[in-house]
């Protein structure tokens, strides 16, 4: 693939390839330099026209790590705010020989149209509710890691599907490595099309939790609402919180994932986001080693 614009262009073997180089950038980060100078001639923007914490700085430090030159952008502090479209943004950039983007950005599609648009290598890093393709992948890589594999396990995704760029990633890249997937939520925050993608739909948190090897819980998110949903925020908590409670009457030990930022107390207790069973820090540790191999692999195809 010439970009990385969604799980949906993704093959299982791009998500070996990926995974194998990930492997190797995992020992790489973990050794006293934590450096290796392959990207020495390569320049990488990160362009942010939406909030983030985790996704923004491990780019970051992915692209440090392979000792590419790195330029930040957030749309907050540029001349979008004085009426610079997209695209004579990307090409002022690129003219200062920036060789890949990574973009996130409140437009389903962001990514696909700029593909089209501008001549460098196009990474994904969210856009609007469609897909968050690198954070699918570390999520697979930290199951991978917490169980040996992802083929055959049963991950129930919980919560704002509706809303969640989150989910549909990680649906695709689930499915693409053979594990079965079910989402549970609210029916308000369920797509009406999560069925024709081969997912059950399960709306009893308990039923859900006894069947899954693997919860992954997302936040709600009411900056993507333009109406008020049911259920409010209490009753979300009350109906498909995880707590403690819950996960000591299963009888058996799932994992919990998070992709964050976490609204603890609302979707999650902080016991548990904080419990031996919860993955949370290390989908975030293994999210350099990923970011790492994508940028890694497209950049193979720059002609240098
Ligand atoms: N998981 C995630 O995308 O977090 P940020 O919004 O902080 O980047």
């Known amino acids: 693939v010439d970009h990385l614009l969604g799980i949906k262009y993704l093959t299982k073997n791009d998500i070996d390839l ?3 180089t990930a492997n190797h950038f995992k020992e790489v980060i973990n050794r006293p330099i934590k450096k290796v100078p392959s990207l020495r001639d390569i320049t990488i923007a990160n362009l942010f026209f939406e909030n983030s914490t985790r996704t923004k700085l491990s780019f970051e430090l992915a692209e440090k790590r392979l000792s590419a030159d790195v330029i930040n952008f957030s749309a ?3 001349s979008v705010k004085k009426g610079e479209t997209l695209i004579d943004t990307v090409n002022n950039i690129l003219s200062m020989k920036v060789d890949i983007v990574v973009m996130r950005h ?5 990514g696909v149209f700029l593909s089209k648009h501008v001549d460098a290598k196009i990474i994904n890093a969210g856009d609007g509710t469609h897909e968050h393709p690198t954070q699918a992948l570390l999520d697979s890589y930290s ?6 594999s992802v083929k055959g396990k049963k991950i129930v995704i919980v919560g704002d599907i509706l809303h969640s760029r989150v989910a549909l990633s990680n649906i695709f ?6 594990a079965q997937v079910k989402v549970c939520g609210p029916t308000t925050l369920i797509p009406k099309y999560i069925t024709s993608l081969g997912v059950e739909v399960e709306t009893n948190i308990k039923k859900a939790l006894e069947w899954c090897d693997v919860a992954n819980v997302l936040r709600v998110q009411h900056e993507r609402m333009d109406i008020k ?11 498909f919180g995880i707590n ?6 299963l009888g058996k030990k799932i994992v919990i994932m998070h992709p964050g930022p976490i609204n603890r107390g609302v979707e999650i207790t902080s016991d548990v986001a904080d419990a031996d069973q919860s993955i949370i820090l290390n989908q975030v540790e293994n999210g350099v080693a990923v ?4 940028i890694y692999l497209l950049a193979q195809q720059i002609k240098r």
């Open 291 to 294: 970011r790492m191999a994508v």
């Open 229 to 239: 949903y049911f259920p409010s925020t209490r009753e979300y908590t009350q109906l």
């Open 173 to 178: 890249a689930l499915q693409l490595q053979g």
């Open 106 to 110: 409140s437009n389903v599609g962001a």
């Open 76 to 78: 907050g502090q540029s």
């Open 143 to 148: 199951i991978k890691e917490a169980l040996g």
């Open 244 to 249: 403690k409670e819950i996960l000591d009457n």
């Open 18 to 20: 990926i995974f194998e």
